[in-house]
């Protein structure tokens, strides 16, 4: 029952994420809020709810290497899998400003991750958490990335969703069932995650990494492979590199703002290949012709991804 509950969790997880962004686009706009700040902030803070909830949920029952691995490996997921899987639809063709500010910004989330976790490493200390003052400095960080979206946004109108105002019981409907299937998935996703680890001995922090983060991440891997398969670039890299920065700076930085995340050593391999896969985005857009990420990398990520997550298993 607990398996089943969990497989449950993650489908209400992304139904409820939708409602919720439906319900509460709908109501903003009823309230004279523009499309734009909509779409910059109810749309965008929507779809990083699965991973948001499932590490809220996992920091306060004390779960924290589920936590950081679920972070974490939703970062390797997006890039290696969805970017993967995106690129062999079609090229993906990537923008001066995605190149030179978004990418470097993703890569910046990836070193500030690595360096709150590693005290011991890095101060001498004799232990590595990631703290309060941690999480709120990647928060602080995170402001500085919306801001910066916010500008961009305001000079590409043309590219804003427009939203459908729906009736006010229907929008306030979608957004109680959106927060409770949210809360519930979140807690039966955790619940499980736990369970199994101990039924098949493996860490927390390996069914963060794996199992949970592919959960999590499924809505991203839908959204960016349809806009690779219509061939819209934008979509299908902006989406990768704008959740990682989140899951980094708003997800890990709630999460270590709720508590105190302990940081065990033996993750260090999967922070330095979040980084690693960071450089490999950008060394991509040079080589070959024109800046895109090409059908041979994409299906390079993957390879690398499934040796990856064989590596996992096997030191288990």
């Known amino acids: 029952m607990t398996y089943f509950l969990f497989v449950i969790g993650i489908f209400l997880l992304i139904f409820s994420a939708n409602w919720l962004v439906e319900g509460a686009s709908s109501l903003a706009k009823r309230l004279n809020v523009s499309d734009l700040i909509i779409g910059l902030t109810v749309v965008a803070l929507g779809t990083s709810a699965p ?4 590490n809220l949920t996992a920091s306060i029952k004390g779960v924290t290497d589920m936590a950081i691995g679920n972070a974490i490996g939703s970062n390797i997921f997006n890039v290696m ?12 063709d990537v923008k001066h400003n995605t190149i030179w500010k978004e990418i470097p910004l993703c890569l910046l989330a990836s070193v ?8 011991s490493l890095l101060t001498g200390a004799d232990n590595s958490v990631i703290s309060r003052s941690d999480g709120l400095m990647m928060l602080c960080f995170f402001g500085i990335f919306m801001y910066y979206v916010t500008d961009v946004a305001k000079s590409d109108t043309d590219s804003v969703e427009p939203v459908a105002m729906k009736p006010l019981y229907q929008s306030l ?7 409770g ?12 995650g736990v369970e199994m680890a101990r039924a098949f001995q493996v860490s927390e922090s390996v069914i963060g990494l794996t199992i949970i983060s592919a959960g999590t991440s499924l809505p991203e891997l839908a959204t960016s492979a349809v806009a690779a398969f219509k061939k819209n670039s934008d979509i299908a890299i902006g989406n990768v590199v704008g959740s990682n920065i989140m899951n980094i700076f708003l997800i890990l930085g709630m999460s270590a ?3 105190p995340l302990p940081f065990n050593p033996a993750m260090n391999a999967d922070l330095l290949i979040n980084i690693g896969i960071s450089i490999a985005m950008f060394v991509f857009l040079f ?3 024109g800046r895109r990420i090409d059908r041979w990398e994409g299906g390079l990520l993957l390879t690398i991804y499934i ?3 064989s590596l996992l298993i096997y030191q288990q």
């Open 112 to 119: 500030v991750a690595w360096v709150v976790a590693n005290d």
């Open 51 to 54: 991973e948001m909830i499932v």
């Open 81 to 92: 899998v969805i970017l993967g899987v995106s690129a062999l639809f079609n090229p993906i």
């Open 181 to 192: 299937g949210l809360v519930i998935g979140g807690r039966w996703i955790v619940e499980g």
């Open 307 to 309: 040796a990856y997550i």
């Open 173 to 179: 409907a979608y957004i109680v069932l959106g927060i």
């Open 257 to 259: 703002v709720v508590t």
């Open 287 to 289: 080589t070959g012709k």
